[in-house]
Each structure stands twice: as structure tokens, then as C-alpha cells.
């Protein structure tokens, strides 16, 4: 099996009846770039930055950042990498930030929240970012958005990190896209008014499941309330794509839920632009796709939990 699946290196995302996704790989670290060759992801969509936070014994710097972000950029060779900027918490203890000790840390101080409070290490890594993307395509994605006011406020920062560059002669890219994930109830509701803002979207199921259900993602006595496939969930992402198209940008998950293989095509139906999964799904995701013939099964597949 693991050979057919080799046989599909090199092959195109594409259903029976033309339809193209891109399948992209997660991932935490740089040295996980091999399984993302080896695989034949079209990208990555989803670099987890919070390694080089919680590896560290203090901030760590802008060149040891950039340098991360230049090894991962280089190594994909012009395949577009999506870097999520830090996303740690009460639950992911990082000392040296001193987050006070909270009773709900998934609902508390963390990701985006700490960024817009702690301006000098947001710039520091959307610096670090920014000179990275001189070597490669970079994308920059925010996690645990719920308003547009924070996204205005991201951007703002941001354009300030390129005058600053500028102004020091530094290079980088004019053409960093900037995206969002939505991973809270809310943002999916007001992705209409989210997606004029960003360049892409990618829907993090781990949370916006957590945060919809009311189920903590950590908590093993819940596994029977946790529905992956509950009609909430779905309809969501059908929500936020259709919004995404209709503001004409992508749109993507890049949440376990991206590698379901019972949901595949029900992605395809709804019209997701990519997939991202942990590098060993990669192919078996490609298979799965090219076997589908979308046009047969939309109608059915929608209708399953949209009525
Ligand atoms: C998610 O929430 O689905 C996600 C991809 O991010 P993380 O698992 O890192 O919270
Ligand atoms: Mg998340």
C-alpha cells in the first residue's frame, strides 16, 4: 500500500471530474521538512511557531526566529509556507512570559490576546517573518481571531514592521499574504465581515470544535460528546468558505479534521481550497480525491447537514 501511495508523488490534487484542491502539510519544526518532501505536500498550511518559544529559556530573538523561518522557506522551494505567529496560553507554560495561572486558560490569555497586549514580542517575530520572506513564500497567519478590530490592529503592526525594514534597508517580500484562522464560533459567524480584511482564511477544527461543542479538547471523559462530524461544525465551514469565495479569496482547514477520511468528500463538496495535514496523510489524501467524482455526490452530501 505504502508503495501505491508512491506512485502518486508527483501527481495532481484533481477529482474525477476536474475539481483541484491543494493538500498542504502541518507542521512544528524545521526538521519536519523531510516527511514534508518526502510526502510531496503541495505547501505547508500550518507551521506551528510555538517551538521556538517553548524550546527556549527566554524570548527567543529575532535571529534565531528568522533564522527558523529562512531554514523552512528555503526548503520549500517556493512552496507557498504558512507561519502562524505564537499561540501559546496558560495551557502551554512558557515561563518566562509569567502568565498568571487561570481557571479556563483555553478561554483566557493567550495566542493573538498576548500579541496585541505584548506589541514588542509581536513585532519581533513579524520582523523575524517579514525578513524571512526575502527568501522564500511566506504567509503569515494569526490564530484565536474573534473580531475585526483585532485583524485592523494586526495590520496596522504589521505595516509598521515594513516601514521599519524599509526604512533600514532590510529586504522582504511585498507579497506576504496575511490570513486568519478561524477557530472561534465567532469568527466563523462573521467571516462575511472577516474575509475583506485578510488574503485567506484556515479553520482550526481542533478549537472551533472545542469552543462550539463546549467540549474541552483535553478532556478524555468527554470523547463520547465529541462529535467531529456534528452538523454545527460542518455548516460552519461551509459558512466560511462560501464567505471566503464570495469576498474572492482561499480558504483551508488545517485541523485534524483536514485528514478525516470519512469527510474528504464532503470538503470537496462544500469547495475547500486546501487541506492540511500532518505529512503522512498527504498522499493518502491525494488518493482519496481522485477517486471522488464531486459533481455525483454534492447534492446528497450537502443536504446531509445543511437540512
Ligand atoms: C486548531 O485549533 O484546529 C489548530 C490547527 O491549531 P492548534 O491545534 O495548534 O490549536
Ligand atoms: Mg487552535
Known sequence: KRRLLQELRGKENVTVDGQKVLIYANIGSPSDMGAVLANDAGGIGLFRSEFLYLESSGYPSEEEQFAAYRTVA?????????????????????????????????????????????????KTQLRALYRAS??????????????????????????EVREELKAAGIPYSEEVELGIMIETPAAAMISDRLA?????????????????LAIDRQNQKLERFYDAHHPA??????????????????????????ADPELTETFLAIGVDELSVSPPYVLELRRRVRETNVAEVREKLLAAFME
Request: proline letters at 3%; aromatic letters at 10%.
Open 74 to 122: 528555503e526548503t520549500a522551494a517556493g512552496k507557498r509556507v504558512v507561519i502562524r505567529t505564537l499561540d501559546i496560553g496558560a495551557d502551554k507554560q512558557v515561563d518566562y512570559f509569567q502568565l498568571p495561572k487561570e481557571d479556563n486558560p483555553a478561554m483566557g490569555y493567550r495566542a493573538i490576546r498576548i500579541c496585541l497586549t505584548r506589541e514588542d514580542v509581536f
Open 196 to 212: 475583506p480584511e485578510v488574503d485567506f482564511f484556515s479553520i482550526g477544527t481542533n478549537d472551533l470544535t472545542q469552543y462550539t
Open 134 to 159: 526575502a527568501f522564500g513564500n511566506i504567509a503569515i497567519m494569526f490564530p484565536m481571531i474573534t473580531s475585526v478590530w483585532e485583524v485592523r490592529e494586526i495590520k496596522r503592526i504589521a505595516a
Open 233 to 258: 461544525i460542518l455548516r460552519f465551514i461551509k459558512l466560511v468558505a462560501d464567505n471566503a469565495h464570495k469576498a474572492g479569496i482561499w480558504m483551508g482547514i488545517c485541523g485534524e479534521l483536514a
